[in-house]
């Protein structure tokens, strides 16, 4: 007979302390307005963006989710050598091997953790989230370190008027830990393949070493189709991750989407009624779109400035490329 881990008392996930990384630069709508035929208020009042950070050559996906690593690891309270597992959601890492989670890994010190990455594009945090709470919950990791690390500008033609003011540059990082009481809700998550033409890359690095002659691969995204898709079909699904949770809209605090475009962030906030003490994230206005990124820079940005406190209930959602989607209520570090 195999031994398999399997907890006597059952235990739960939690979210004990989390840390953002911005690039040091920073670009505002009149810069992109250079590259493409747009203007600075058509920016803003479509997407709600007014800056966004743009990452550097040094500024890698290991740099800049170390970095947001070192300081949720911190604010744990917690040694690196407590962290059993580091997740790194990224969908942007154009370097194949090591992973980034092996790199964030050795940069903070978690010397006796496993590192793996996990592609599930713009809702990767929300899936990390979901499977480190699994891993804590069966006893197979007792901290998991999880991070979202991107470099969209690697992947954006900036002469593309869709998405060119849309995504930026960074890196949030949450540690999940153990708790007596549930800490983190039922993971609702899926992965609509109907849906596979909505954000595609524009050929495969393999095709491209094979034609160097040809243009570089790089993202192109069907925004109308993506921003119907999401305000049709994400409020259902938050709706299903709060049932899920066994809570309703009044419970919550705190609404952290995925910072896709404010526009979207707004339709759903009224499609789910959330009463008026519900606060909303809004953090797209100054980092623009990071995909995996965005929600745990956002959770941060609403925990350092008081918008919400330790122990409020936050809905998050994330969407992106497949199209894949993730939803669960958490409670704040
Ligand atoms: C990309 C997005 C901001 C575009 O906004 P939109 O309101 O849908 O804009 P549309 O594409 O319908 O275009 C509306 C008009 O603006 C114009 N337009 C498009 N991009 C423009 C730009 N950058 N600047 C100025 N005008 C622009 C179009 O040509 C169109 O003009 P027309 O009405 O004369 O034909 C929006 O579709 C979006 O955010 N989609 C979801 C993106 C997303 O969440 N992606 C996540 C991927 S992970």
């Not at 978690?110 to 590192?115: K, N, W």
Request: charged share 20%.
């Amino acid at each position: 007979m195999l031994r398999a881990s399997c907890r006597q008392e059952p235990r739960f996930g939690r979210i004990i302390g989390v840390g953002g990384y911005r690039p040091q630069r920073v670009v505002d709508n009149g810069e992109i307005c250079r590259s493409i035929d747009s203007s600075e208020e058509w920016i803003e009042t479509r997407s709600g963006i007014r800056r966004r950070h743009f990452a550097t050559r040094e500024e890698t996906h290991a740099v800049m989710g170390a970095a947001a690593a070192e300081k949720a690891i911190a604010a744990a309270g917690l040694d690196p050598l407590d962290i059993g597992c580091v997740i790194v959601a990224t969908t942007t890492n154009l370097v194949s091997l090591p992973s980034v989670a092996v790199d964030v890994a050795h940069r903070v010190g978690a010397r006796r953790a496993g590192a793996f990455d996990l592609n599930a594009a713009c809702a990767g945090f929300c899936y990390a989230v979901g499977t480190a709470s699994a891993m804590i919950r069966a006893g197979e990791a007792d901290h998991v370190l999880v991070v979202g690390a991107e470099r969209l500008t690697d992947l954006v033609d900036p002469t593309d008027r869709q998405i060119a003011f849309l995504l930026a540059d960074g890196a949030g990082a949450a540690v999940i830990g153990p708790s007596e009481e549930p800490g983190i809700g039922p993971v609702v998550w899926g992965a609509d393949g109907d849906q596979l033409e909505a954000v595609v890359m524009t050929r495969s690095w393999g095709d491209y070493r094979h034609d160097v002659a040809g243009p570089p691969p790089v993202m192109r995204m069907d925004g109308r189709r993506v921003f119907r898709w999401a305000v049709d079909e994400m409020a259902n699904t938050a709706r299903e991750a709060m049932s899920a949770a066994g809570v309703t809209a009044d419970d919550l605090a705190a609404f952290i989407p995925h910072q896709a475009n404010m526009r979207i962030t707004e339709v759903l906030a009224k499609e789910l009624a959330l009463p008026a003490h519900v606060v909303v994230a809004d953090d797209i206005v100054t980092t623009g779109n990071t995909s995996s990124a965005s929600i745990p820079l956002a959770m941060e940005h609403m925990l350092t400035s008081g918008q919400a406190a330790s122990g409020d209930l936050a809905l998050l959602i994330g969407f992106g490329a497949g199209l894949t989607y993730a939803a669960q209520v958490v409670r704040l570090p």
